[in-house]
Structure formats: C-alpha cells, structure tokens
C-alpha cells in the first residue's frame, strides 16, 4: 500500500490497517471519520512505527492509543 498521499480514501485504509495491528477488543473506538487530513502524516507515522515493530507491548498499544486519542477532531 501506497499511504505517501494524503487523501480521504488513503486516511480510512491507514486507520483500518492500524486498528488492524492494533488487535483491539472494540475496534469501534477507533473510527476514520474520527480524523481529519490534518492529522495524516502523524497517523502515518504511528503506522510506520507499528509496522516496523511488528509485536507491541502492552505498554506501546497504550501510548499508540492515548495519541490516536489526541488526533481524533
């Protein structure tokens, strides 16, 4: 997947691959309509990083949380 342009589409598949990797209980908490573009290239960022981790801890699903938090509009 190509997620370098910001664009509507590309912020919902970015936000569905990270609740994804997140393996969240209620997935429901994290909603793409719940950010805008002009979070973009932090959520890219969060998701670069959870790739790049492959296997979080507890304490990292947190952290990545707690910023989705601070993202949402």
């Given at each position: 997947?190509?997620?370098?342009t910001?664009?509507?589409?590309?912020?919902?598949?970015?936000?569905?691959?990270?609740?994804?990797?997140?393996?969240l209980?209620?997935?429901?908490?994290?909603?793409?309509?719940d950010?805008?573009?002009?979070?973009?290239s932090?959520?890219?960022?969060?998701?670069?990083?959870?790739?790049?981790?492959?296997?979080?801890t507890m304490?990292?699903?947190?952290g990545?949380?707690?910023?989705?938090?601070s993202?949402?509009?």
């Amino acid at each position: 997947m190509n997620f370098q342009t910001a664009s509507e589409e590309n912020l919902v598949l970015l936000v569905e691959e990270i609740k994804s990797r997140l393996k969240l209980v209620n997935a429901s908490l994290i909603r793409p309509e719940d950010f805008d573009l002009a979070s973009y290239s932090e959520l890219l960022e969060i998701y670069e990083m959870i790739v790049k981790k492959q296997q979080l801890t507890m304490m990292e699903i947190e952290g990545v949380l707690d910023e989705l938090k601070s993202l949402k509009k």
